[in-house]
Structures are given as C-alpha cells and as structure tokens.
C-alpha cells in the first residue's frame, strides 16, 4: 500500500512538473529569435562516422553575428567547438582522406585536424579567399576571389586596391552594365577560380581569367565547380555574355586543372547552367538547368551530361519542381536532390539510367548528402516551429527509407533546450479558391494560447520574388512566430507566382503582377475570415521586394466589398515599375516580368505600376528599405513615402543605410520587428 502512495505521489508530482513547464512556456520575442543558434552547411566526413557543421550567433551588442565550425558523431552525442575567439569561422570542408578539414576565416583558407588542431594556413592572396573544395588527392584546393582582370598576378591587385583606398577621389567610371550587384559596387573586378596547394606556401593560380564572372553571382545553391575525380579537370559555370544585365545564360566549361584553354559544354542552351557535380566514375556530369533564355524563374531541371558522348539528357522530365542540392550516390546509380512541393522541400531520388523520381523523404529539407556505404543520408531540416538541425536517415534500398522507428533521427540539438521554452503553434495549411477557379494553398500561424471563440487582429505577410514561397520552414527574416507572439493571427498565402505548385502556376504572374495574384490573396484573406476567429476591422498586410509591391498595389486599390486593410507595412518594395527599370541591376528580371523595355512596351509598365493610382491612397503605410538595396534601389521607398506625404496619408519612413534588400544586422532587425509591430499595434489594436 505504501508503494503504490508513494507511486500515485510521484506520478502526481511529474505531472504537475509538466502541466508547470506547459503553463511556463511564453511568447517569443524579438530578442528571443536573436539568440537562436542558427546551425548549416553540414559536411559529412569520408568514413560517415562525424560531421562538421556551422554554427552563426548573433551578437546583439556588436550588431554582427559570429560563426563557428563544430564537429558532432554521427550517431549524436555532445558536439566540440573546433574553432572560436572573435573572427568568424565557416565553409568546413573534409580531406578526402578525412584527416584534415578546411575553413574559411579572416578572408583566407585554413586547414586543421578533426580536433581543431594543427592550423594551417593555405592562402595568403590579398584578395581574399572563399568557398574551398579539396581535389580527391588532397594535395590541392580550388577557391574563389574578386580579382581585377587585367592583373596577372596578386602584386598587381594589391596595389590597385591600395591606390583606391589611398585615393581622395572615390569617383568611379562605368562604361558597361551590371556595374553594380545586389549591395556591392564591383568596381572593374570579376570572381575568378584559382587552384592552390592545399599544404599552404604555393602561388595560387587563376583558371579561369579574363572579364567575365566565374562562377556567376549567387545568393545560394550548390557549388558552381567541381574537380573530375581524376583531379584532372575542372568544371565550372560562367556567363560570357557581353551584356551580362540581359541575360541569365550561364555555361558550363571544363578546363585543365593545373590551367590552359577552357572548352564549353553547354553553350547549345541559352538558358542557366550552373552545379556541375561529376559522378564517381569520372564519365557523368549532373547539373542544374534552365532552358528559357532571360527567365531566372524557369524551372531547374536536373540535367546529365556525358563526357564521353558530349550529349546531355534531362532526368526531371516528368517533374514539374525546380531541383535544390543534389548528390550522386556512391555507385553513380542514383541522384538525390531537394527540391520544393507545396510550402515544403522534400528529397527525392532519380536513376541515373532513367526512371520517374521518388520522393524519399518529406519536410523542408536540404544540404543532402549521402555516406559511401549508400546507406546513410545526412540532411538539414527545419519546421515553422524548430530551427535548422541536422538529421540523418537510414536507407532500406536506395529508393526507400528503412521502416524501423530509428530510420530517421536528429543529429544536431543545438537548439532543442531553448526553444522547449516558447509557446509556439505549427504553421497550418490552408486551400481556398482564387482566380479562375485555382486551387491555392497557404499557411495560418496562430498566437499563444489561441481560443478560437475570440476575435483577433490579422496580418497577411506577402512573400517576395515574386517567384518564390512560403513554407513550412524556420526563418529570421519574416518570422512569423514573432507577428504571432505580438498577438496577431498570420496568414501567409502562395498565390499565383509561388513555386512548389508546378511551372505554369509560377509563371501565371509574369505579365500579371496586379492581376490573378490579387484575387487569389483578397480571397485568401476573404477565407481566413470565414474560420470565424479573425476581426476583419482588425487586418494588416505586409511585405517585402515583391511583397512590398503588392502592399504599394494594395495601397491603391484597398476597396475589396468584403473587408478593407487598416494598416500596411511596405519593405524594399518595387513602387515606380519604369523608374526601377532604369536602376535596378538584373535587365532581364523585368525585361521578362513586363514583357520589354519600358520605351517598347510602356502600357504595360503603366498598367501594372502602383504609382499610377497614387490618388486612391488612403490606407496607413509604413515603408522601411535599406540604402544599399541594389536590387530595388533606394528610390523606390523614397518615392513612395514622397507620394504617401503629398497626399497626407499618414505615414512613415524608416531606413537603414547600412543595410541592402535584406536587414540582416542584428539590432537594425530588432529595430526593423519593433517598428513594424508598433505600427500594427497602434492601427490594429486601438479600440
């Protein structure tokens, strides 16, 4: 009898402990999403028994984040810190041997071994080096550096950056287009490839010199090099186009490893190519695709090209999702890949002989990589809920994931005690009827301790691109969590332009950015009112890039029967579609978008140009942008506040001049998610 007291005490006991801890979780806040360990670019070691992976901290009071390379047992366990101290470390890359690892810090390349010890350092090049990749022998590396073409060695770029920054005058001449890119002036310099003994004391050599970018400029995705796994060739991806502003037309090259001539694999295809990855055999080369000449929204195919033959085949024929990261498996049977599906990224697998891809694996996934015994893959994923951790998988065969409860399992818990502290609700997703009967979907985050028989404010967040998605995934930038946390119900809808819905869907917008989109949002938003916890006197939309474009339209034409926004929030939005062709610097993003030049096709710049309905302005706007936004420049929030301010709307500016498209500085981002909830709150919370 006393036994079965003092068991009935301790169940008691344990579960007031949970239903303490359940009651103790709060809302996240802004300083909270700060402090989350944000873990990537995990590198599985050639025996598959360790990992090496980053992971970025934000520093609030230095507004800079530091990044540092760890290293963790595949099976789990407690992971080491192999770098730390004050500069950043990242980019860990293995030996092939697996005794050594490479890094990036300082601007140069280091080596050291699995404990952190033992540093070397490989590069000294005064241009900086980046994005090592080891050759299967280990005895060299190729890396990436802003060069000026002209120079033939690494004295002479020394001194011209000297007299640049010596110079009074920081005047500049340009004499062609794609002077500048995304938050940087390139200031006459290319990215060029060099080789380097990766035992460090060796001049680094160029492989691919001359006035062109190789690779190209990317904000993501897989690497644009690789060495054949003779360690004879190098491939890589360039664009040699003469008005690089116009064109998405990347190519393939191969050229010696050790330097000579280049040949072109792929310039048969005016569209994208870009990731080469050779197969263990050497005679493969898999690589992503875009077919459509000046469409950067064309769907990547996952291409394979034989070196023996110099033909290449498609193997994503009848997949209609664009391929993430990919690998080969160790037989060069199979390729597995990433690739979006309906606000979610699973992997797949697709034969190299041919064959229809299967999906393996389902949740917002990436960075996938496969162990020698073909048996193991190792993936990073993430949830509306749980930041990026690293988990592996256990294969039954390579088409299909063992059954067994421990098939799939978390590597990484670089988070899991921080965040067992929150009250956070999983993204939901939602389907109603747009624009012409079309099924569209989106997700619905509701606050703490949500009751559905009360009424709360709404936030609609619009996502950028436009050929871009919401998903079920963790982010810093537009996190939900923390629009939730402030009390707010968050609807994030994938309208027509959004990817993970099939190619057509993605391109329905292009010439149309007004138009389906619209209807498939205002009926979004109509929907979600119709689940009958929403005040629809209480509902805000926010924005960014694209995003904030549709908020300037929205602004516009705010006259929906069903319900009216109260307030708006516009970031780094396109506002003045013919003003932002002249200074925007990818040509052939709305050359595409609106069909042409603003002189050749003005109407329909007009027509689709929230600056054209400036008199219809009435709703509350704040618009916040960052002065080196290259993307859609500055001008574009000036000018909208401008009008705003002219036709006494109330409004407000907030700008910051340290930062590009993105806020990414950690308290110019507390600032960016404080000013924003102010603004909602103030509109959508007063009585």
């Not at 001539?261 to 190519?273: I, P, Q, V, Y």
């Not at 629809?536 to 890039?545: N, P, Q, T, V």
Request: proline share 6%.
């Amino acid at each position: 009898m006393k036994r079965l007291i003092f068991a009935m005490i301790i169940c008691a006991l344990a579960c007031a402990s949970v239903a303490t801890a359940q009651t103790a979780r709060r809302p996240m806040t802004i300083d909270d999403l700060l402090r989350v360990r944000r873990v990537g670019d995990p590198q599985l070691s050639p025996d598959g028994k360790w990992l090496a992976y980053s992971v970025a901290v934000p520093d609030k009071a230095a507004n800079r984040s530091r990044t540092q390379v760890y290293l963790l047992s595949v099976d789990g366990g407690a992971a080491k810190a192999l770098t730390s101290g004050e500069a950043s470390s990242s980019e860990p890359r293995w030996s092939p041997d697996g005794t050594r690892i490479a890094f990036v810090s300082g601007g140069q390349i280091w080596t050291m071994d699995a404990t952190g010890g033992a540093r070397q350092q490989v590069t000294s090049i005064s241009t900086g080096a980046d994005a090592p990749v080891w050759s299967h022998d280990g005895k060299y590396m190729l890396f990436v550096s802003d060069v000026y073409p002209e120079c033939k060695d690494d004295a002479c770029n020394k001194q011209r950056d000297a007299e640049m920054a010596a110079s009074k005058v920081k005047a500049r001449t340009v004499d062609h287009l794609l002077y500048r890119h995304w938050t940087a002036w390139k200031d006459g310099k290319r990215t060029h490839i060099f080789i380097v003994p990766s035992g460090g004391g060796g001049a680094a050599v160029d492989l691919t010199p001359g006035d062109a970018d190789a690779p190209p400029f990317s904000l993501g995705g897989p690497t644009d090099y690789a060495f054949s796994p003779d360690d004879k060739w190098v491939a890589y991806a360039s664009n040699t186009e003469k008005v690089e502003a116009t064109s998405t037309n990347s190519d393939l090259y191969l050229v010696p490893a050790l330097g000579g001539a280049s040949s072109c694999l792929t310039c048969n295809n005016k569209g994208a190519d870009a990731s080469p990855q050779f197969s263990p055999d050497g005679r493969y080369i898999v690589y992503r695709s875009q077919t459509t000449p000046g469409y950067e929204s064309d769907r990547w195919r996952l291409m394979l090209y034989d070196t023996q033959t110099k033909q290449a085949r498609e193997l994503t024929t009848k997949f209609d999702q664009w391929v993430e990261s990919f690998t080969f498996s160790p037989d060069g049977k199979y390729i597995y890949f990433a690739a979006g599906e309906r606000g979610r990224q699973p992997i797949y697998v697709v034969p190299t002989a041919g064959g229809q891809a299967a999906r393996l694996l389902t949740g917002f996934d990436d960075d996938v990589q496969l162990a020698r015994d073909g048996k193991t893959i190792i993936f990073s994923r993430s949830t509306a809920i749980r930041p990026t951790e690293i988990f592996r998988a256990t294969l039954a065969d390579p088409l299909r994931v063992a059954s067994d409860g421990n098939a799939i399992a978390q590597v990484t818990h670089e988070n899991d005690g921080f965040m067992a502290q929150y009250d956070l609700n999983a993204a939901e997703e939602l389907t109603w009827t747009g624009a012409g009967d079309a099924k569209i979907s989106g997700w619905l985050v509701k606050p703490p301790a949500f009751d559905p028989a009360k009424k709360y404010p709404l936030i609609v967040l619009i996502h950028g691109g436009p050929q871009g998605a919401w998903n079920d995934s963790w982010g810093y930038r537009w996190n939900p969590q923390i629009f939730a946390a402030a009390g707010y119900v968050v609807f994030m809808p994938n309208p027509r332009g959004s990817t993970g819905y099939g190619q057509q869907f993605v391109g329905d917008i292009s010439g149309d950015w007004g138009g389906k989109v619209y209807t498939d949002i205002m009926n979004g938003v109509a929907h979600v009112i119709s689940l009958g916890f929403v005040d629809k006197e209480r509902i805000g939309a926010a924005g960014g890039s694209y995003g904030g474009y549709m908020v300037d339209w929205l602004e516009g034409h705010n006259n929906d029967p069903r319900f009216q926004f109260r307030a708006l929030v516009a970031h780094a939005g396109v506002y003045n579609l013919s003003s932002m062709y002249g200074v925007t610097e990818e040509l052939w993003f709305p050359e595409w978008e609106f069909k042409g030049t603003p002189w050749d096709n003005p109407e329909m710049y007009a027509r689709w140009s929230p600056n054209m309905f400036v008199k219809n302005f009435k709703t509350p706007l704040l618009v916040t942008h960052g002065e080196i936004d290259f993307r859609v420049p500055f001008d574009q929030g000036l000018q909208l506040f401008t009008a705003l301010q002219k036709m006494g709307v109330e409004s407000k500016l907030l700008e910051f001049p340290d930062e590009g498209h993105w806020i990414l500085k950690p308290q110019n981002s507390a600032l960016w998610y404080s000013t924003v909830i102010n603004w909602f709150d103030a509109h959508l919370k007063k009585q």
